[in-house]
């Protein structure tokens, strides 16, 4: 008798479900027809201009709560210690009352290296999986198996921040550098991160808002990064020389950590957009 109820239940779930579904493409379907901008690109607040959502990652006012979604492929990932130090790196920046999320996702490897921006973007349109939604904004890094195709035998690239929310980092480039002296990869994957991040943050006055008079905090001759040496925003991480990279490479391996943003420019920047 139980049992006879319960798959009574069943089926009249599953009708409903269908009937559901139906009515659903009906409704669908009649709305394409009738009015072509009706549907909204469910990835649009994911598609902005680098900088634009700085003050909706840093501060509490719009979006409660931030999603990071991590995606590297199964041979290349890059060291716990680099992906711990990011979280905690992102923790204590943004003002977020419903918290962070971390979200890893492991993508086989992705054909067609070395990459152009555009590949970039289109491997980003097939494996993220974290968009903006409701009150949670979502960014995403990918751990790229493949080199920038822009690198040439003297100069080469780390990582881009190429839109409002989206950041690659060419783990490949990271790993064959770091060859001879792996200890050093977990520090040059976080510099390389952290500062994409920058960026990711407004840094330095990439939509002409910083809060410093003209020629104090941009460095005009590295137009989009900062005037202090040691400051996190002081490097370039594309396009730069093969023997500015061993030069970072050890004086990454001297400190042994990673630079930081400094506090009267950089830091007071993302202060202004609502940072911890
Ligand atoms: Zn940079
Ligand atoms: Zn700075």
Redesign the pocket.
């Known amino acids: 008798m139980f049992a006879k109820i319960q798959i009574y239940t069943m089926k009249g779930f599953k009708l409903t479900f269908s009937i559901l579904f139906f009515v659903t493409v009906a409704f669908t379907a009649c709305k394409d027809d009738d009015n072509n901008d009706a549907v909204e690109d469910p990835r649009a607040q994911n598609l902005k201009a680098l900088g634009t959502s700085a003050e909706d990652i840093l501060s509490n006012a719009t979006f409660k709560s931030l999603t990071v979604e991590l995606a590297y492929t199964n041979n290349q990932k890059p060291s716990q210690e680099a992906l711990d130090r990011f979280k905690d790196f992102i923790i204590a920046r943004v003002n977020k009352s419903d918290g962070v999320n971390f979200i890893e996702t492991v993508v086989p490897n992705q054909s067609g290296a070395p990459f152009t921006i555009q590949e970039i973007r289109d491997i980003e349109t097939n494996i993220r999986t974290q968009y903006t939604v409701g009150d949670d904004i979502a960014m995403y890094v990918f751990f790229s198996n493949g080199s920038s195709e822009n690198d040439t035998d003297t100069t080469v690239t780390l990582g881009t921040a190429y839109q409002n929310t989206s950041v690659v980092v060419y783990q490949n480039t990271l790993v064959n550098i770091t060859a001879d002296d792996p200890e050093v990869l977990p520090l040059l994957e976080s510099t390389t991160l952290h500062h994409e991040f920058g960026h990711i943050l407004g840094l330095v006055n990439i939509q002409d808002d910083d809060i410093h008079i003209d020629g104090e905090h941009e460095d005009l001759d590295h137009p989009k990064h900062?005037v202090?040496e040691d400051?996190l925003?002081f490097f370039e991480a594309s396009n730069i020389t093969r023997s500015h990279v061993t030069r970072m490479v050890n004086m990454l391996r001297q400190r042994a950590n990673v630079p930081e943003?400094?506090i009267e420019?950089?830091l007071a920047d993302l202060q202004a957009k609502g940072s911890r």
Request: charged residues 10%; glycine residues 0%; contains cysteine.
């Open positions: 900062c202090i400051c925003m943003f400094d420019l950089c």
